[in-house]
């Protein structure tokens, strides 16, 4: 797009205004196409008009023209024409006055050269100028491009424009200061591109030319200002238009990706709020909040066939030393597909917490996860055995206890097949043991008690801070309710011997009274003393097998001596005469062994802790007993 300063102005101008300039305008005009005409100033025959047009008059012999000139110049004006360059010889002061007449721009060459010379000058510096723009443009666009690739809003493109056209360009909406500024001057011109009314206006401002152009959609708020001191010609505004046009792209890019982003977020809240109600044992209210992620797409569409099932898996997948977790959760996303959930931890920053359904067997989810774990040099996955859903939370513990186990493992996946705990080998008398340890709670009002046991549960098995961010309460509250709920059962939740104490009641609390239990078959057994329970021959049996695995003599020392000190290491270090460090690799070392993930706050250490003191490695007096007499 050509304007007539474009040839008038610089150091090689290609025209120039005549002197004397007298009544001649020396406005810039908008140039479209550029024409010879003939000796009696007509277009060419194919030519009948031209838009915006500059007509170049032929030299002649001795500047000889048509009979009426201001005729033949108001032709032209009719044809289209807004400019005129003469011959030299013609670029007498009459036509000059004739053409203002008729609302021309009078323009002669800048040097003694014919029509067919002017012509190819003009049309050669026409090729610059629309090179010009043309690369302006490109320039637009591929700021643009970079911007959306980026995921960046339109603030480099708008500094990058105000320089390619030596004005301001901003962008305004309302309640900004420039918005302000300018509904001050020019309200109604802002008001009609705001409201969608008009997509452009312009008005003068502050000795400036202000241009507006409409952003987005009809009504959109935002508003492209533009200011300049020297006006803004046809091929500038077409600059902005295009300009405006990117910013509405840039922009509807930019809330295209918050709310995807923000429906991402939401979507992860659903999915840990489920995993939440399951860890609570709360089936009903996680089939509730699953209900609407079956209306999302396919990949969330099977979460409710799978809490449908009687009974379900949990796997714990950790992602390799460095690798974002958002490609290991698309990774078992794919691999599940709807046939599962899956949850970013909440408590560890490595870890995605898999939830399959599982009727029976237990290979099917070993399947599924281990293309996972190929797929990524350092990934490991532990798989717990199916439970029912109310046991959500002990598939949790189960799944991190064979993760441990991966760690070690050539494949990098294991299944925990439930291997018995103290549990399973102690009497029926252990069961009415654990009553009069829990009988306490009731002191405790209901909401008291509907609150603090659940989370008390969770702190114990995984630790206070793994517990709150399980389930979405901080690590304050969670070590509150713990304390209550011990503090209730006459123990103390600061002694790693207290907690396994409360642990240990609480898994006899769940399991149901078998049927004919007590000496005569007819009523509960009588409570037997907690010590004594932990050192019959089945239990003390039970933990030599464990306890088997264990290849050096001096590894079982190490670990009473860590429990001891109450899972302190700078104590335990110091005990035994060690470095912390040697400490440090050689507890994880013991733990994969015995598949316990000594590393972790929780339930492990309370494991290991029965293992020693029914193998004798620990006096049994470290055990508290609240229910002891004496």
Same mark, same amino acid.
């Given at each position: 797009?050509?304007?007539?300063?474009?040839?008038t102005?610089?150091?090689?101008?290609?025209?120039? %205004?005549?002197?004397?300039?007298?009544?001649?305008?020396?406005?810039? +005009? %908008?140039?479209?196409?550029?024409?010879?005409?003939?000796?009696?100033?007509?277009?060419?025959? #194919?030519?009948?008009?031209?838009?915006?047009?500059?007509?170049?008059?032929?030299?002649?012999?001795?500047?000889?023209?048509?009979?009426?000139?201001?005729?033949?110049?108001?032709?032209?004006?009719r044809?289209?024409v807004?400019?005129?360059?003469?011959?030299?010889?013609?670029?007498?002061?009459?036509?000059?006055?004739?053409?203002?007449?008729?609302?021309?721009?009078?323009?002669?060459?800048?040097?003694?050269?014919?029509?067919?010379?002017?012509?190819?000058?003009?049309?050669?510096?026409q090729?610059?100028?629309?090179?010009?723009?043309?690369?302006?443009?490109a320039?637009?666009?591929?700021?643009?491009? /970079?911007?959306?690739?980026?995921?960046?809003?339109?603030?480099?493109?708008?500094?990058?424009?105000?320089?390619?056209?030596?004005?301001?360009?901003m962008?305004?909406?309302?309640?900004?200061?420039?918005?302000?500024?300018?509904?001050a001057?020019?309200?109604?011109?802002?008001?009609?591109?705001?409201?969608?009314?008009?997509?452009?206006?312009?008005?003068?401002?502050?000795?400036q030319?202000?241009?507006?152009?409409a952003?987005?959609?009809?009504?959109?708020?935002?508003?492209?200002?533009?200011?300049?001191?020297?006006?803004?010609?046809?091929y500038?505004?077409?600059?902005?238009?295009?300009?405006?046009?990117?910013?509405?792209?840039?922009?509807?890019?930019?809330?295209?990706?918050?709310?995807?982003?923000?429906? &991402?977020?939401?979507?992860?809240?659903? &999915?840990?709020?489920?995993?939440?109600?399951?860890?609570l044992?709360?089936w009903?209210?996680?089939?509730?909040i699953?209900?609407?992620?079956? +209306?999302?797409?396919a990949?969330?569409?099977?979460?409710?066939?799978?809490?449908?099932?009687? +009974?379900?898996?949990?796997?714990?997948?950790?992602?390799? &030393?460095?690798?974002?977790?958002?490609?290991?959760a698309?990774?078992?996303?794919?691999?599940?597909?709807?046939?599962?959930?899956?949850?970013?931890?909440?408590?560890?920053?490595?870890?995605?917490?898999?939830?399959?359904?599982?009727?029976t067997?237990g290979?099917?989810?070993?399947?599924?996860?281990?293309?996972?774990?190929?797929q990524?040099?350092?990934?490991?996955?532990?798989?717990?055995?199916?439970?029912?859903?109310?046991?959500?939370?002990?598939?949790?513990?189960?799944?991190? +206890?064979?993760?441990?186990?991966?760690? %070690?493992?050539?494949?990098?996946?294991?299944?925990?097949?439930?291997?018995?705990?103290?549990?399973?080998?102690?009497?029926?008398?252990a069961?009415?043991?654990?009553?009069q340890?829990?009988?306490?709670l009731?002191?405790?009002?209901?909401?008291?008690?509907?609150?603090?046991?659940?989370?008390?549960?969770?702190?114990?098995?995984?630790?206070?801070l793994?517990?709150?961010?399980?389930?979405?309460? #901080?690590?304050?509250?969670?070590?509150?309710?713990?304390?209550?709920?011990?503090?209730?059962?006459?123990?103390?939740?600061?002694?790693?011997?207290?907690?396994?104490?409360?642990?240990?009641?609480?898994?006899?609390?769940?399991?149901?009274?078998?049927?004919?239990?007590?000496?005569?078959?007819?009523?509960?057994a009588?409570?037997?003393?907690?010590?004594s329970?932990?050192r019959?021959?089945?239990?003390?049996?039970?933990?030599?097998?464990?306890?088997?695995?264990?290849?050096?003599?001096?590894d079982?020392?190490?670990?009473?001596?860590?429990?001891?000190?109450? /899972?302190?290491?700078?104590?335990?270090?110091?005990?035994?005469?060690?470095?912390?460090?040697?400490?440090?690799?050689?507890?994880?070392?013991?733990?994969?062994?015995?598949?316990?993930?000594? &590393?972790?706050?929780?339930?492990?250490?309370?494991?290991?802790?029965?293992?020693?003191?029914?193998a004798? %490695?620990?006096?049994?007096?470290?055990?508290?007993?609240?229910?002891?007499t004496?």
């Amino acid at each position: 797009m050509l304007i007539t300063t474009d040839l008038t102005i610089g150091s090689d101008p290609v025209l120039r %205004h005549p002197q004397p300039v007298g009544k001649v305008p020396t406005t810039a +005009r %908008h140039v479209d196409e550029v024409v010879a005409c003939d000796v009696d100033w007509r277009l060419p025959s #194919d030519t009948l008009r031209v838009r915006s047009g500059l007509a170049v008059l032929p030299t002649g012999t001795d500047g000889a023209g048509p009979v009426d000139a201001a005729a033949a110049l108001r032709r032209l004006v009719r044809a289209g024409v807004v400019a005129v360059v003469p011959a030299p010889a013609a670029a007498a002061r009459t036509p000059a006055e004739e053409a203002v007449r008729a609302g021309l721009q009078w323009l002669v060459p800048a040097g003694a050269w014919d029509a067919p010379e002017t012509v190819r000058r003009i049309l050669r510096r026409q090729l610059t100028v629309e090179r010009d723009n043309a690369n302006a443009s490109a320039r637009v666009l591929t700021l643009a491009a /970079c911007a959306l690739e980026r995921s960046e809003g339109p603030a480099r493109l708008l500094r990058e424009v105000a320089v390619l056209t030596g004005g301001s360009v901003m962008l305004v909406e309302p309640g900004g200061a420039e918005w302000e500024r300018l509904a001050a001057v020019v309200p109604q011109a802002l008001e009609q591109v705001r409201s969608g009314r008009t997509r452009t206006a312009a008005a003068p401002f502050d000795g400036q030319e202000l241009v507006l152009y409409a952003v987005g959609p009809e009504g959109s708020d935002r508003v492209l200002a533009a200011f300049r001191a020297e006006g803004w010609p046809p091929y500038l505004r077409q600059l902005l238009a295009h300009t405006a046009g990117q910013v509405a792209l840039l922009e509807s890019s930019v809330r295209h990706r918050r709310d995807r982003e923000a429906l &991402r977020t939401a979507l992860r809240g659903i &999915r840990v709020s489920v995993l939440q109600y399951l860890m609570l044992g709360n089936w009903e209210g996680a089939v509730r909040i699953a209900e609407p992620l079956a +209306r999302l797409g396919a990949a969330e569409s099977g979460v409710g066939q799978v809490l449908a099932a009687g +009974r379900g898996v949990v796997a714990v997948v950790a992602c390799a &030393r460095g690798e974002d977790r958002a490609g290991t959760a698309a990774a078992c996303e794919a691999a599940v597909g709807g046939r599962g959930l899956v949850v970013l931890c909440p408590a560890e920053p490595r870890h995605v917490i898999v939830v399959l359904a599982q009727e029976t067997g237990g290979a099917a989810p070993l399947a599924v996860l281990r293309p996972v774990v190929r797929q990524m040099p350092g990934r490991v996955a532990g798989v717990s055995g199916p439970r029912p859903w109310s046991q959500t939370a002990s598939a949790y513990g189960a799944a991190v +206890r064979a993760l441990t186990a991966a760690e %070690h493992d050539p494949e990098r996946i294991v299944r925990d097949f439930g291997g018995a705990s103290l549990v399973t080998f102690l009497p029926a008398q252990a069961r009415a043991w654990s009553r009069q340890v829990c009988a306490g709670l009731r002191n405790l009002t209901a909401e008291q008690r509907a609150q603090a046991e659940p989370t008390a549960r969770r702190a114990l098995s995984y630790g206070a801070l793994r517990a709150g961010r399980l389930l979405g309460i #901080d690590r304050t509250t969670a070590n509150k309710r713990l304390r209550l709920v011990l503090e209730t059962m006459g123990l103390d939740h600061r002694q790693v011997a207290h907690r396994a104490v409360a642990d240990l009641a609480f898994q006899l609390a769940d399991l149901p009274e078998p049927t004919g239990s007590g000496p005569a078959g007819g009523g509960p057994a009588a409570p037997t003393g907690l010590r004594s329970l932990v050192r019959q021959e089945a239990v003390v049996d039970w933990a030599a097998r464990e306890l088997g695995v264990l290849e050096d003599p001096s590894d079982p020392r190490l670990l009473a001596t860590w429990l001891d000190r109450n /899972c302190r290491a700078a104590a335990t270090a110091d005990a035994l005469g060690m470095h912390r460090n040697t400490l440090a690799a050689r507890l994880p070392a013991l733990g994969a062994r015995l598949r316990l993930p000594l &590393r972790d706050q929780g339930a492990a250490p309370y494991q290991l802790l029965w293992l020693l003191v029914a193998a004798g %490695h620990l006096p049994v007096t470290v055990v508290p007993d609240p229910v002891a007499t004496g």
